[in-house]
Structures are given as C-alpha cells and as structure tokens.
C-alpha cells in the first residue's frame, strides 16, 4: 500500500483551556474523497486547521506528503502549501478583489510569474470551476453563493494541489446547486487525481461523492470506513445520523441516481 497523503498519529488538541482531541488517529489514501462527519463541537473545522499548521497540537504527530507539520520550520510549511488547496467556511474570498485576482493570491505568494500568464492561469482555474471566463472581472458581491463557492474552489485549484481541502463547500445553497457542486468536485478529483479532504454535514454530498467517511466523535475518530459499513455501525451518533429522516432521505436518493 502507497504511503497515505495524510497520517495523524495521537493527536491532542486544546482550545481557550477545552480539550477537543485525545489519542486521535486518522490515515487519508492519496486520491480519496474522504468525508469528515460529527456532532457539533467534536472539531471539525479544529482538525482541519492543525493539519494545515494553523493550530499547534499539545501532542501527537502529522503528516503530510510524507513531510512532518510544523509551524515553526517554515520552510516545510512553504513547501506544503505549495502543495494544497484550502476552500474556508463561506468561501473567505477577498472583498476587494476580483475573482481572478483572488485566484492569483496563491500564485503570487508561492510562484514568479508574469502578471499576464497569472491572469491566464487564473482564467484556466476559474472555468475549470464552472465558471465563465468574464466572472473573473467581477467582485465577490456580484455573485450569488454558489458562484462564490466556485470561485474559491478555482483558488484553491490555483496551484495544481495534490490536495484539497474543502470546509463545508456546499452549505447554504440550495439542494440543485450543492447537488452541481459535488457533481463537479468528483469530475474534478477523478481527472486532476487530487485528494480531497472534505467537511459536511451534507448526506447527499456525503452519499454522492465520498470513498470512506471518518466519525468524529468522543474526541478522537471514531471510525473511517465507506458509507455502507457505517450504516451498520452500532454507536448511537452514527446509527441515528445515517438512519435518521435526512439519511433515509439521501440514501434513496442515491439509490435513485444510480439507477438512472
């Protein structure tokens, strides 16, 4: 088996005097849709940010690419970010800028390119995200939200990243447009090869696009496995979450789409 494209060993996490995480684990496999699932509070998004070096942990190691995270080597810190992609809760594009030149953030911190070929670049990224070409003149305000879910994600894309991750990307749109951004993330993940790291509390995402899904819960990760061994999971969090009214819901909606 290939080295995975993230290892978490005995993670421990503390926020304002809280303890979030203790004794977590979790492996991604490079190329995977790995969903990342709990109830409020277990630290999703708390995760996600200490696999980024945006939070020191209090214990435990991390991984990435094979290469140790640690904020304070920022050279390996550089080296890594060059090698990722970040979609934030709500997009967190710039306000004063356009979609290109937010595109172009990236590429002007990490590459030395000629204004024009950015901008080129930029483009590509954005219409690889279903985007026109002109949406890059326009301001974050000009957009609705799942155009704005998409301009971030051609950021995130900006530099070809062997990994993506994704803080709920489709919260807030409405079920026709969540349903055309999972469409496009898996079409995406399937032809640039990239791994995805991707929290939602989203179950048609979860049903629709996802490998293994990991359940936090009790402060480490519960389980990682694909979304038909979890339905017969025993712990009450998981069997109510997949079993409940909206799980029912979702699943017969794959089922539909499968079929069709």
Request: aromatic share 4%; proline share 5%; with cysteine.
């Amino acid at each position: 088996m290939s080295e995975p494209a993230i290892r978490v060993r005995g993670l421990r996490t503390k926020l304002g005097g809280q303890e979030i995480h203790k004794d977590l684990d979790l492996e991604v496999r490079k190329g995977e849709i790995l969903g990342v699932v709990g109830g409020s509070g277990t630290g999703k998004s708390v995760l996600m940010r200490t696999i980024l070096g945006l939070i020191r942990p209090r214990e435990g190691t991390i991984e990435v690419l094979g290469k140790k995270v640690d904020p304070i080597d920022r050279e390996t810190m550089i080296s890594l970010e060059r090698r990722w992609g970040v979609l934030f809760q709500d997009g967190a594009l710039f306000s004063s800028l356009t979609v290109s030149e937010n595109v172009q953030v990236p590429m002007r911190e990490h590459l030395d390119l000629p204004a024009a070929l950015a901008e080129e670049f930029a483009t590509l990224k954005i219409k690889l995200a279903g985007l026109k070409a002109e949406d890059g003149h326009k301001y974050p305000s000009e957009l609705s939200g799942g155009m704005r879910k998409r301009a971030a994600l051609a950021r995130a894309l900006a530099l070809d990243p062997d990994i993506v991750f994704l803080d709920e990307p489709t919260a807030g749109l409405d079920p026709v447009g969540a349903a055309q951004f999972d469409d496009l993330l898996q079409g995406l993940c399937r032809s640039l090869g990239f791994t995805v790291f991707l929290i939602t509390h989203d179950l048609d995402t979860l049903y629709a696009v996802t490998d293994r899904i990991a359940v936090l819960a009790d402060k480490k990760v519960l389980v990682t496995a694909p979304i038909a061994e979890l339905e017969r999971h025993p712990h009450p969090w998981i069997h109510e979450y997949f079993h409940g009214p909206r799980g029912r819901a979702a699943k017969g909606s794959a089922m539909i789409d499968a079929t069709s």
